[in-house]
Nanobody, 123 residues
Framework: QVQLVESGGGLVQAGGSLNLSCAYSGYTFAMCGMAWYRQVPGKERELVSRISGDHVTMYADSVKGRATITQENAKKKLSLQLKSLQTEDTAVYYC??????????????????WGQGTQVTVS
């Protein structure tokens, strides 16, 4: 059905930049959005950036000004560009896709699909 595959992770020096990509299939970017999350072992998964179905972008305070999320539905690709990387950015980064949930009277978008994750290590 739906598959999300991340790529672009690796070892990056502090102050450097990195581009993460998420190739997806079986999913249509429409009413709901897509997002990037990250997680450190033993910690809760954290929202990094989201782009809504109407193309409104949001960024976590920790990456605001350093990150850019891009949606290219024609290419079935979601990207995250990070610059001025710091050691605190070290984590496994996950691509997520949302679908409509909730009730008929109160529909809400929620994450329904996850990629396998890609490791980002900043030294």
């Amino acid at each position: 059905q739906v598959q999300l595959v991340e790529s672009g992770g690796g070892l990056v020096q502090a102050g450097g930049s990195l581009n993460l990509s998420c190739a997806y299939s079986g999913y249509t970017f429409a009413m709901c959005g897509m997002a990037w999350y990250r997680q450190v072992p033993g910690k809760e998964r954290e929202l990094v950036s989201r782009i809504s179905g109407d193309h409104v972008t949001m960024y976590a305070d920790s990456v605001k000004g350093r990150a850019t999320i891009t949606q290219e539905n024609a290419k079935k690709k979601l990207s995250l560009q990070l610059k001025s990387l710091q050691t605190e950015d070290t984590a496994v980064y996950y691509c997520a896709a949302e679908t409509i949930g909730g009730t008929a009277s109160n529909p809400k978008c929620k994450v329904s699909y996850w990629g396998q994750g890609t490791q980002v290590t900043v030294s």
